[in-house]
């Protein structure tokens, strides 16, 4: 599993002490480590995960502002990593992008930790709430770009709303991977899904030169 934290930080160190990521690694293995033993989220207090963790309670607020915080980058952490897209067109952005978001809804259905987690936190609105603004959120912003760009670059109608269209692409991953668990994520759900989704959305020239 792998503990890199894809969020930018500031790069000034905090009141003149430089960071340590064995550090930070080390209290998102200890919340992972409480996780893993049943401990509820809403039981997890800074100073059981600062004791767990072997670190003090004021090493954990210098890097987050309280337990939201941190439990995002948990989760963020447990997740797969955020892709780098290839710039090469609105089709190849949008196969990375839900190619990325199909390995998520694998993870989270492998992960008995990750499973147990996402469900506590739909049930904490504090959580939710800042796991929606610092991942949810800027990943929809991700597709959205990518969207107005294909837009801006012909590769796109340009009467498509691209808010309706965000959901037309994303929608069928967040079905099979929330509403139907039983459903199967195989491999290519991608490709199809975005090139059925582009047959409708593309400019005329375009569909017609695509066949």
Do not use: C
Not at 10 to 39: C, K, N
Not at 62 to 89: C, M, N, Q, Y
Request: proline residues 8%; glycine residues 6%.
């Amino acid at each position: 599993m792998s503990l890199a934290d894809s969020r930018p930080r500031p790069d000034t160190p905090v009141r003149g002490r430089p960071r340590s990521e064995a550090v930070e690694r080390a209290i998102l293995e200890g919340v992972i480590e409480l996780l893993e033993e049943g401990v509820p989220l809403a039981e997890l207090s800074i100073e059981r995960i600062a004791r767990t963790a072997g670190v003090g309670k004021a090493t954990i607020y210098r890097r987050w502002s309280g337990k939201e915080e941190l439990f995002v980058d948990v989760i963020r952490a447990a997740e797969p990593p955020e892709p780098e897209l290839p710039g090469t067109s609105m089709r190849d952005d949008l196969l990375v992008l839900l190619e990325n978001l199909r390995q998520r809804g694998l993870a989270s259905r492998s992960s008995a930790l990750l499973h147990n987690v996402h469900a506590q936190m739909k049930t904490n609105p504090r959580i939710w709430a800042a796991y929606h603004e610092n991942v949810i959120a800027p990943r929809r912003n991700l597709v959205l770009n990518v969207l107005r760009r294909g837009q801006r670059d012909g590769e796109l109608r340009p009467d498509v709303d691209v808010e309706l269209a965000n959901d037309l692409f994303v929608g069928p991953i967040l079905v099979r991977s929330v509403l139907r668990p039983d459903a199967e994520l195989p491999e290519g759900l991608a490709e199809d899904i975005v090139d059925t989704v582009l047959a409708g959305l593309r400019p005329v020239s375009s569909t017609v030169s695509q066949r």
